[in-house]
């Protein structure tokens, strides 16, 4: 694994974008400069994240998102799993 996530990723296990491994190792986002906790999806290189809208849920019981467009930056919260230190 390298030490920068992905262009893309999501928390939706039938999309496309979503890589477990990543998701279990900690993936924080930064939108606009300020820490988000309840992203659903994003894209840096298309500037957008999409956010769960409160505790509201579809008719299939999916969390209603809100696409919010602005600068994004993902990062990893810990270390990587295999990563020892060196002192």
Excluded: I, Q
């Excluded at 930064?30 to 298309?46: H, M, P």
């Amino acid at each position: 694994m390298t030490d920068t996530p992905p262009d893309r990723l999501s928390t939706d296990p039938r999309s496309p974008f979503h890589d477990a491994a990543l998701l279990e190792r900690g993936v924080g986002v930064r939108f606009k400069g300020v820490e988000k906790t309840n992203v659903e999806e994003y894209c840096v290189s298309e500037g957008w994240v999409r956010l769960a809208a409160g505790n509201a849920r579809d008719r299939f019981g999916n969390p209603m998102t809100v696409k919010l467009k602005g600068p994004v930056e993902p990062y990893f919260r810990s270390a990587e799993a295999g990563a020892t230190d060196a002192g």
